[in-house]
């Protein structure tokens, strides 16, 4: 993904120039959003054409950025559905049969959603 890293004449360790931790530090940071290797690799190689390449930029950070919010959503349910488990083993420990039943059937609903989601 990245060119091959400069070496000092003596030591032959590798000598990063700014770019290359400029670099370093874009493709972590792509990496840390979840961005597939494939489309890190085009956005590293899109920056070398310029603003050339601005709209394909936008198309792959604006695709992450969707696939981020697919995510958060699936996330979401999965804490609705836990938070609905607390409430269900709280009303068990009370005794509560009318909210057992209400919360059992919101969360067997809630469970039918969590499958769908996990499909798409």
Known sequence: MI?????????????????????LTWVACLSATGMS???MRRYVANRALGPAAAQQ??????????????????????????DLKIAYWRAVGAGDDALIERLSNEA??????LKKAKKN
Do not use: F, W
């Open 3 to 23: 060119a091959p890293i400069g070496r000092g004449e003596s030591s032959k360790h590798r000598v990063y120039t700014n770019e290359d931790l400029d670099l």
């Open 37 to 39: 290797v494939s489309d």
């Open 57 to 82: 930029q936008l198309e792959l950070l604006v695709k992450q950025q969707e696939q981020l919010t697919l995510e958060a959503e699936l996330v979401a349910l999965r804490q609705r559905y836990v």
């Open 108 to 113: 067997r609903a809630l469970a039918d959603e």
